[in-house]
């Protein structure tokens, strides 16, 4: 059962492209029609692209993998905000910082700075400096937050990219191509789908088109969250099950054991009595 239909996505506005001078060719194979100068997607075909990356999307959630979500345009950052913080993803919503996944590394020291403010903040550090310094390090701290503060539980790279409008965020899918890392995007008719590995046909500006496919996405990563705590619960209970047989078993072996062996006494002993000399007279 498809996750979407098209009457949704149709009073969303998912099916309103851009203008038809502004247009993308290698958009042609989901573009239904053009009325009053702009194009109109095909959202038959929206339905099923959004099934496939909801589909990817949950495996990938399931193996226990982070998605990071980017979002910087006004309309997407506060609706990506919200939903994907509820799941518990990162996510971007204000400037791309420049070698966010190529140079991972840097951006890993400046989540730890962020930690070690923190930290100079309870150890009684602050109670030491000046109140210009003290000033200047919240500055920094906050400034730091709002760049990352999202991704401050991203200790490795994602495994994968869900974007808002590929022409606005282009750094970022250049910066994922260039790493092999998976993207899934939504791609207005402005776009080349053929940028991402899994395009989602749909209108990139109107919130409320963004917040729908947002909302599928989300469910299917949480689905993805559930089935993986469901499958480590069903392990542990299989491993707990396994070693209370196994304990079982041995006990049965040792009783056994022990039985033969008082047999095998008696059997002894009576083999004794049978042998034994008989009494001169």
Same mark, same amino acid.
């Given at each position: 059962m498809s996750r979407t239909n098209f009457n949704e996505l149709l009073e969303a506005g998912s099916h309103f492209g851009h203008l038809k001078r502004k247009w993308n060719p290698a958009m042609a194979p989901y573009i239904f029609t053009e009325k009053n100068g702009i194009h109109i997607i095909d959202l038959n075909k929206t339905v099923v692209k959004i099934d496939e990356a909801a589909n990817a999307l949950k495996q990938i959630a399931k193996s226990g993998k982070k998605v990071l979500f980017v979002a910087t345009k006004k309309q997407a950052k506060d609706i990506v905000a919200e #939903? *994907? #913080? @509820?799941i518990n993803m990162?996510? %971007?919503t204000e400037r791309w910082p420049g070698g966010m996944l190529t140079n991972f590394a840097t951006i890993r020291k400046a989540v730890k700075k962020m930690s070690t403010i923190d930290k100079m903040a309870t150890d009684g550090t602050f109670e030491n400096i000046s109140k210009k310094e003290k000033l200047q390090i919240s500055r920094e701290r906050a400034k730091l937050e709002t760049q990352l503060g999202s991704i401050a539980d991203l200790t490795r790279l994602p495994a @994968?990219?869900? *974007? %808002?409008? *590929?022409? #606005?965020e282009h750094i970022a899918v250049a910066e994922a191509k260039r790493l092999n890392i998976p993207t899934f995007a939504i791609v207005d008719t402005n776009s080349d789908p053929n940028l991402v590995d899994y395009a989602i046909p749909a209108n990139d500006d109107a919130s409320t088109s963004i917040a729908l496919i947002t909302?599928? %996405?989300a469910k299917a990563i949480e689905e /993805?969250? @559930?089935e993986r705590k469901v499958d480590k619960e069903t392990a542990t209970e299989e491993k707990e /099950?396994? #070693?209370a047989s196994s304990r079982e078993e041995a006990s049965k072996l040792a009783s056994g054991a022990k039985f033969k062996t008082t047999e095998d006494e008696e059997g002894v002993a009576t083999a004794k009595t049978a042998v034994k000399k008989p009494r001169k007279k």
């Open positions: #939903k *994907i #913080k @509820a990162p996510y %971007v @994968a990219l869900f *974007i %808002v409008d *590929i022409s #606005k909302s599928i %996405v /993805g969250l @559930a /099950g396994t #070693k």
